[in-house]
């Protein structure tokens, strides 16, 4: 059974920092790029950072400069240190598992795609 259960959102001041963990559990992990999405009331959930099994990050123009995403894939974790956060950041963030077909270690696997149930970040005075 695949679980990504996120922890670390909460209530933070503009201006202050959180960090989120994922921690996934029935997955090859390492066969996984990993990212961290969001979604406002009243919006589309959008992309906020991804990271592939090799390190490779990617962001959104929103948050880059101010997010950081990290996996440790000894421990089957992502990480997103989230610093000088604005109202505008409030949102559900939810991690995802994404694999695109093909062959990992010498072995195929197919396309999957996961999500978490998602943590509440709520950024108020």
Known sequence: ???LVESGGGLVQPGG????????SGIIFNTYAM???RQAPGKQREL??????GGR???ADSVKG?????????????????NSLKPEDEAVYYCNAHRVSGAYSGRYYPERDYWG???????SS
């Not at 906020?48 to 099994?53: K, Y």
């Open 35 to 37: 990212g961290w999405y």
């Open 17 to 24: 920092s959180l960090r989120l963990s994922c921690a996934a």
């Open 48 to 53: 906020v950072a991804t990271i592939t099994s």
């Open 117 to 123: 149930q998602g943590t509440q970040v709520t950024v």
């Open 1 to 3: 059974q695949v679980q």
């Open 66 to 82: 101010r997010f950081a995403i990290s996996r440790d894939n000894a421990k089957n974790t992502v990480d997103l240190q989230m």
């Open 57 to 59: 990050t990617n962001y």
